[in-house]
């Protein structure tokens, strides 16, 4: 089974920092997810990621296969970010099943 | 488009009591699947399709039974509910049938408590 873990798993920012939250995973793995979810419970994609680097808007997500680690950074932050942001890696040997971390709730301050 | 559809948003079930929550999904997605969210616990799947016809088990399975006699619907019963199934499921589906090359798409989630 893939072991996931985010860090921190709570983070409370100012209005403009850059944040970084963190996800490790002990199975290598060819794929990696991010998402979002609300304060209201609704889940949203963010990246699906197997190398290197995606950008979208404010948003960035890097994977290293060798060390089995992803970083999700926000620059810019903005209230309006406040959610927890949840990593998901496949489960060792699966391609149908992923297991997701526990979850890293961000709080930006205005 | 309505994406992925859950019904109902909450419901209250006593023990023993059976029921289904339904997802139906309107993109002609390949894979669907039902997590449950826990307090302190990441999502954990219960069970998954990778097309009408073809169901598996996930991490949780016990206690739940799904079908996927059509690509649209995906629905999810519980034959004899336990306190221990309260929590917050959430369906989600892709377009192809692993979990690779393409995101996630999450319906709204369905808060179920049993008493």
């Known amino acids: 089974k893939n072991e996931v873990e985010q860090s921190p798993q709570n983070l409370t920012a100012q209005e403009g920092e850059f944040i970084t939250i963190n996800c490790s995973y002990s199975?290598?793995?060819?794929?990696l997810h991010w998402l979002q979810q609300h304060p209201g419970g609704g889940i949203v994609s963010l990246f699906m990621?197997?190398?290197g680097k995606k950008k979208h808007g404010r948003l960035i997500a890097t994977i290293n296969i060798q060390e089995k680690h992803s970083s999700l950074h926000i620059t810019a932050s903005h209230p309006r970010d406040s959610a927890v942001y949840i990593c998901?890696?496949?489960?060792?040997?699966?391609?149908?099943?992923?297991?997701f971390g526990k979850g890293t709730l961000l709080t930006v301050n205005p | 488009n309505a994406g992925v559809t859950q019904t109902p948003k909450f419901q209250v079930l006593k023990t023993g009591q059976s029921m289904t929550l339904q997802c139906a999904q309107d993109?002609?997605?390949?894979?669907m699947s039902w997590y449950r969210q826990d307090p302190g616990m990441g999502l954990r799947l219960i069970h998954y399709?990778?097309?009408?016809?073809?169901?598996d088990q996930g991490e949780v399975p016990n206690g739940y039974n799904v079908s996927r006699s059509t690509t649209e619907d995906f629905p999810l019963r519980l034959l004899s509910a336990a306190p221990s199934q309260t929590s917050v499921y959430f369906c989600?589906?892709?377009?192809?049938?692993?979990?690779?090359?393409?995101?996630?798409?999450f319906g709204n989630g369905t808060r179920l408590t049993v008493t």
């Open positions: 989600a589906s892709k377009p192809d049938g692993t979990i690779y090359n393409s995101p996630l798409h």
């Open positions: 199975v290598g793995i060819s794929a």
């Open positions: 990621l197997s190398s």
């Open positions: 998901a890696v496949p489960q060792g040997g699966s391609n149908y099943k992923l297991t």
């Open positions: 993109m002609n997605h390949e894979y």
């Open positions: 399709s990778v097309g009408a016809g073809i169901t």
